[in-house]
């Protein structure tokens, strides 16, 4: 779930900043559902799980390609274009 999240802020971003500006998104450390959650560790410094995910957001091929995935593309415009924020 955090991938599209993170997908949609890119992409809105992306949408509404000049194309000079560069969009890094990163999951806070603790912030991100996982096996470590309630480790006081996992507050301060990322899981792997985390890092994975900041490299995918942050990986202009991988955006990319997740963006021509018509069923992904059709969420993260939903999400985009949703009157419920």
Avoid: W
Wanted: aromatic letters at 4%.
């Amino acid at each position: 779930m955090a991938t599209v999240i993170g997908l949609c802020l890119r992409v809105k971003l992306k949408h509404y900043f000049p194309p000079h500006f560069k969009v890094d998104i990163k999951v806070s450390p603790g912030s991100h559902a996982n096996e470590e959650s309630g480790n006081r560790e996992a507050m301060v410094k990322p899981s792997r799980k985390e890092e994975k995910v900041n490299k995918q957001l942050n990986d202009k091929e991988r955006v990319a390609a997740a963006l021509e995935n018509p069923n992904l593309r059709q969420l993260v415009d939903e999400c985009l274009y949703s009157n419920e924020l």
